[in-house]
């Protein structure tokens, strides 16, 4: 099993900055690929970025030129550094690590991102 947690949610101010992190631990020994999405009202579940373990990145358009997924494994912990929000990127933000090996996702129970204008 693998256990996730979220922290670094608030509310801040269009324009500002947020950092997220994820501390993992557990089983996490083939664990390839680790991500930030997002869920905001009425909405669905959408990816904001990826990191695999070579610490290779993608992200979704939104997220591109604002926001900046990392990993530190000696920590086993993921981030997520959010720059100029917009209210749109009012969510909450949910870790997620894949074993891509056996195709078994986890998930953390997320942290509310809050953006006013």
């Known amino acids: 099993q693998v256990q996730l947690v979220e922290s670094g949610g608030g509310l801040v101010q269009a324009g500002g900055s947020l950092r997220l992190s994820c501390a993992a631990s557990g089983f996490l020994s083939g664990i390839n690929v680790m991500g930030w999405y997002r869920q905001a009202p009425g909405k669905q579940r959408e990816l904001v970025a990826l990191?695999?373990?070579?610490?290779?990145?993608d992200y979704a358009d939104s997220a591109k030129g604002r926001f900046t997924i990392s990993r530190d494994d000696v920590k086993n912990t993921l981030y997520l550094q959010m720059d100029s929000l917009k209210p749109e990127d009012t969510a909450v933000y949910y870790c997620?690590?894949?074993?891509?090996?056996?195709?078994?996702?986890?998930w953390g129970r997320g942290t509310q991102v809050t953006v006013s204008s």
């Open positions: 997620n690590a894949k074993r891509c090996i056996t195709n078994v996702a986890y």
């Open positions: 990191i695999d373990s070579s610490g290779s990145t």
